[in-house]
């Protein structure tokens, strides 16, 4: 990278403020600063009073610990932190607010990060930190440069808060458009309670989940014998390597990480489980569900129904979908929340006519289509937001433009973009 101002190490503008131990009402976690933006994410009402270690106005607190999340909070108030921060303070003659811009460019973040210790929770050290380069310009212009980005990334995230703010209700709105249509919510009083969603009602029949479906589990095969795990015929295995599949919302599971053979199969409680079968994770991804497209087999984590004459799987899959939150109720376990086995076999379902069924996944999936693609839109405008708002942050404290010159607004240019591209 290319800087039109000279550089300096960190260690020559700025000091590692050892912990001195205080007490303050304004006590602050690394928690409670928000990713790249050095927002805090919680209101001042949310933080006690306590000890911990001193900072003062302008002083820059750095998270040591996954430095990638790149959580660099310029103080704007005395207080006390606690965990694990480094208590970055400018000289006299480095803005701080400029030089928390410059930290928390993606350069200064992949430095850190590349420097840190530590595979599961790398942490990184002043040691490391100090020896970073950072583009320092005069003084004045290091105020100037602040303050334009305090504009312009402010636009920004207000872009972003906003965009934030209609996913959420895009999905809230699907999410209760769901439970309504997959149950054909009704107003009459004589109408069955939905046990799954108290407040709703339905015209159709309410039974055990095991009057409609066959409720089958999986296994694993012995991992010690080779002849389970290779072979010409072998079988997909859905395992919890593959449940980000359930987590990104697919209707239909794809290709497994692992597959086992039919010696394997046999020789375990593994179960062959025809198409058409619904999985429903039972742990790890509680209530997340998908339909086997061809014969498969899964571990012990997931509930595998397979639907009778009289149940349609993608309507027991709408179903699900609409029945996460009960399912999240239901889960219980300290370490890990898990659905489990009397809970599974108590489940009550809405059962209407198969035809009934058929039209409700018809109209599901048309208003899926429509929302899904909002959403769609609404994510991808985050993401290009986030993206401006680096590479503004990048651009501006590197010299690359010039910030005493008239711009258009970075937000305004930002919404045309994004119009051009959906």
């Known amino acids: 990278m290319?800087?039109?101002?000279?550089?300096?190490?960190?260690?020559a503008i700025a000091d590692r403020v050892p912990p001195t131990e205080g007490a303050s009402h304004f006590r602050i976690a690394l928690d409670a600063v928000a990713p790249w933006t050095g927002a805090l994410e919680v209101e001042i009402d949310d933080l006690h009073p306590g000890e911990g270690a001193e900072f003062k106005i302008g002083d820059i607190l750095f998270g040591k610990l996954r430095p990638y999340l790149a959580k660099a909070w310029v103080a704007d108030r005395p207080g006390v932190y606690y965990g694990d921060f480094i208590n970055i303070r400018a000289h006299r003659d480095t803005n701080p607010n400029f030089l928390g811009y410059a930290i928390r460019t993606p350069r200064f973040i992949d430095v850190a990060t590349a420097v840190s210790s530590g595979s599961k929770m790398p942490r990184t050290?002043?040691?490391?930190?100090?020896?970073i380069s950072i583009p320092i310009p005069a003084q004045p212009m290091q105020g100037r440069i602040a303050d334009?980005?305090?504009?312009?990334?402010?636009?920004?995230?207000?872009f972003i808060a906003d965009q934030e703010r209609l996913s959420t209700l895009l999905v809230e709105r699907r999410d209760a458009v769901l439970a309504r249509t997959v149950v054909s919510a009704s107003s009459d009083d004589s109408a069955s309670e939905v046990p799954w969603s108290p407040g709703l009602?339905?015209?159709?029949?309410?039974?055990?989940?095991?009057?409609?479906?066959?409720?089958?589990?999986?296994?694993?095969?012995?991992?010690?014998?080779?002849?389970?795990?290779?072979?010409?015929?072998?079988?997909?295995?859905?395992?919890l390597a593959d449940v980000w599949q359930l987590r990104a919302g697919h209707k239909y599971l794809g290709e497994t990480r692992e597959h086992i053979t039919?010696?394997?199969?046999?020789?375990?409680?593994?179960?062959?489980?025809?198409?058409?079968?619904?999985?429903?994770?039972?742990?790890?991804?509680?209530?997340?569900?998908?339909?086997?497209?061809?014969?498969?087999?899964?571990?012990?984590?997931?509930?595998?129904?397979?639907?009778?004459?009289?149940?349609?799987?993608?309507?027991?899959?709408?179903?699900?979908?609409?029945?996460?939150?009960?399912?999240?109720?239901?889960?219980?376990?300290?370490t890990h929340k898990t659905i489990y086995d009397a809970d599974a076999a108590g489940m009550e379902i809405v059962l209407p006519p198969l035809e009934t069924q058929r039209e409700i996944v018809a109209e599901l999936t048309s208003t899926d289509v429509t929302t899904e693609a909002l959403i769609s839109d609404s994510t991808r405008a985050i993401a290009l937001a986030k993206e401006r708002r680096a590479a503004l942050i990048t651009a501006a404290v590197t010299g690359q433009i010039d910030v005493t010159a008239k711009h258009r607004p970075a937000a305004e240019q930002l919404e045309d973009d994004i119009k051009e591209l959906t």
């Open 201 to 239: 009602r339905t015209p159709f029949p309410v039974l055990n989940i095991r009057r409609a479906a066959a409720m089958r589990t999986g296994h694993t095969p012995n991992r010690s014998t080779p002849e389970y795990w290779a072979g010409d015929r072998d079988i997909p295995w859905f395992t």
């Open 2 to 11: 290319s800087y039109r101002f000279p550089t300096r190490r960190l260690a």
């Open 262 to 334: 039919h010696e394997g199969l046999s020789n375990s409680a593994a179960e062959l489980l025809p198409a058409g079968t619904v999985v429903l994770s039972r742990t790890a991804s509680v209530g997340f569900a998908g339909i086997m497209p061809n014969a498969m087999a899964t571990t012990q984590h997931y509930w595998n129904w397979v639907p009778g004459s009289h149940l349609d799987s993608e309507y027991l899959w709408l179903q699900f979908r609409a029945m996460r939150p009960y399912f999240s109720k239901i889960s219980s376990g300290a």
């Open 148 to 158: 334009y980005l305090d504009h312009e990334t402010t636009e920004i995230d207000r």
């Open 125 to 131: 050290e002043w040691a490391s930190l100090r020896e």
